[in-house]
């Protein structure tokens, strides 16, 4: 028997959640979208709750990865740390599958597991935003740029594509240019 993929696995909860919804994911219907026996998905995630765990874990991974190649985008212009969250949610905004949905999946089912999200969340934002020059001006453009990308990860977009677009370059735009008034 082929070795079952940590990765194939993921996707195919993130699938379900996506198609299925967060609270009706099962550990049968990973497994099956998966390829693979629900002996073969339980050997690694005995339960729905060891598979969300994962999930949220994973969510922190990919997210810090992406926020590293997006840091790694501006080359030497050195963008500020609200700059790069910014960017960060425009890309998970433009993403078809977000690695955010997981995350839909763990509130829906079992709103504790997201401590770890959480606890990153605050370290990150306290960290980054906070520490602006103008950090009632931060969190504005952070919250804003946050709001675009969760509203597009419930299926509710506030604004079309082309909207969300101009939002975001917006958002970029005045945190480049911090005398620009909101």
Same mark, same amino acid.
């Given at each position: 028997?082929?070795?079952?993929?940590?990765?194939?696995?993921? %996707?195919?909860?993130? $699938?379900?959640?996506? +198609?299925? @919804?967060?609270?009706?994911? !099962?550990?049968?219907? =990973?497994?099956? /979208?998966?390829?693979?026996?629900?002996?073969?998905?339980?050997?690694?995630?005995?339960?729905?709750?060891?598979?969300?765990?994962?999930?949220?874990?994973?969510?922190?991974?990919?997210?810090? %990865?992406?926020?590293? $190649?997006?840091?790694? +985008?501006? @080359?030497?212009?050195?963008? !500020?740390?609200?700059? =790069?969250?910014? /960017?960060?949610?425009?890309?998970?905004?433009?993403?078809?599958?977000?690695?955010?949905?997981?995350?839909?999946?763990?509130?829906?089912?079992?709103?504790?597991?997201?401590?770890?999200?959480?606890?990153?969340?605050?370290?990150?934002?306290?960290?980054?935003?906070?520490?602006?020059?103008?950090?009632?001006?931060?969190?504005?453009?952070?919250?804003?740029?946050?709001?675009?990308?969760?509203?597009?990860?419930?299926?509710?977009?506030?604004?079309?594509?082309?909207?969300?677009?101009?939002?975001?370059?917006?958002?970029?735009?005045?945190?480049?240019?911090?005398?620009?008034?909101?």
């Amino acid at each position: 028997m082929a070795a079952v993929s940590l990765d194939a696995i993921f %996707a195919a909860a993130e $699938a379900a959640v996506c +198609e299925c @919804g967060a609270a009706n994911m !099962t550990l049968d219907g =990973v497994a099956e /979208r998966a390829g693979v026996s629900k002996g073969g998905l339980m050997y690694h995630f005995p339960t729905k709750t060891a598979l969300l765990q994962g999930m949220v874990g994973r969510v922190i991974e990919q997210v810090d %990865a992406l926020r590293q $190649a997006t840091r790694a +985008e501006f @080359g030497d212009t050195q963008p !500020t740390e609200l700059m =790069v969250e910014i /960017r960060l949610l425009e890309k998970l905004n433009a993403m078809a599958s977000p690695p955010t949905t997981a995350l839909l999946a763990a509130i829906a089912n079992q709103p504790d597991l997201l401590e770890p999200f959480r606890e990153e969340f605050e370290r990150r934002i306290a960290r980054r935003v906070h520490s602006d020059a103008n950090p009632a001006r931060a969190r504005t453009l952070f919250l804003a740029a946050l709001g675009l990308h969760l509203s597009g990860l419930i299926h509710m977009p506030l604004l079309g594509d082309r909207e969300r677009v101009e939002a975001f370059e917006h958002l970029m735009r005045l945190a480049s240019n911090p005398d620009e008034r909101l």
